[in-house]
């Protein structure tokens, strides 16, 4: 059934909640995968790790740091059990989901209809995220259509690829993940490369390999909320992962760890809806 609930809208970051109140209140019993979490008190969640705070591998120990790692052990936690985390990609990430591979995705994907059509969501964002292009400097590029009728690269099954062909006319040049995209810019194969703005702007800020390129277009692409992804139908584990999330800003856990990690500029999306969770826990 598709869902009442359109994160792209602005009501949405109100009604969020009101939808999440119902959807637990529904809920009478555990589907499969909340059965199996409880009884094995373990939980795969799929991260994507496309580079710097959102996610990364640790070199000195191969293990997985950043924003999405972060989210999925605790949001594991929260539920009572251990966290395996899978290093998925945008073009893999769904089928890791829907094929059983994962029970759950925090993988940068952010909503919108047609991924809502195919997969279940908890109906709580925990961001809000906007491509940007990556462009050497002196490129020319100040708005999205500029790019129209240009090689861009962008990562397979993302949204922004989806956006740049339909509504600009860019020859969009699909890479596995965003490393591969990058790589590709550095190389001259594309005039930009699109990604998360979380993903580009502390690339530009912290790492000196990329002092020749800058973000020219000050508006996001594709803006949208971020949720953590269930397959479809998972009602009692959809009820469970929101309940956890509305925690996260009730308690403003997520502003914490959102200055911890070192994303900047703060999302004020999250400070919106630390207040509306305030707001919803004292009306109860």
Not at 2 to 11: F, G, I, K
Not at 46 to 55: A, D, F, I, W, Y
Not at 91 to 116: M, Y
Request: net charge positive.
């Amino acid at each position: 059934m598709r869902s009442t609930v359109s994160p792209s809208s602005p009501p949405f970051f109100t009604l969020a909640f009101a939808a999440a109140a119902a959807l637990c209140a529904a809920s009478a019993h555990a589907d499969a995968t909340l059965d199996k979490i409880k009884a094995n008190k373990s939980v795969t969640i799929g991260v994507l790790l496309n580079g710097g705070p959102t996610g990364s591998i640790d070199p000195s120990n191969q293990r997985f740091i950043g924003w999405n790692p972060e989210l999925a052990r605790q949001l594991a936690r929260d539920l009572g059990a251990d966290a395996t985390l899978i290093q998925v990609q945008p073009s893999n990430r769904v089928q890791f989901l829907q094929s059983g591979k994962v029970d759950l995705l925090i993988a940068s994907i952010e909503w919108n209809p047609e991924r809502a059509e195919v997969m279940g969501f908890a109906p709580t964002p925990f961001y809000k995220v906007g491509g940007t292009a990556l462009a050497r400097k002196g490129s020319g590029l100040s708005k999205w259509e500029d790019l129209r009728g240009k090689p861009v690269c962008a990562s397979q099954g993302g949204s922004y690829a989806r956006i740049l062909g339909a509504d600009y006319g860019v020859q969009v040049k699909g890479f596995k993940g965003s490393a591969e995209a990058l790589l590709a810019l550095r190389g001259g194969n594309c005039v930009a490369s699109v990604h998360d703005t979380t993903l580009i702007y502390p690339l530009l800020r912290t790492n000196a390999d990329w002092k020749d390129y800058d973000a020219p277009i000050t508006i996001p692409l594709g803006e949208a909320p971020s949720v953590v992804w269930t397959r479809k139908g998972e009602n009692d584990t959809i009820a469970a992962v929101d309940k956890v999330i509305q925690n996260w800003h009730r308690t403003g856990w997520l502003i914490e760890t959102e200055k911890r990690l070192g994303i900047t500029p703060p999302l004020p999306a999250l400070a919106e809806l630390h207040q509306q969770a305030l707001q919803s826990s004292k009306t109860r």
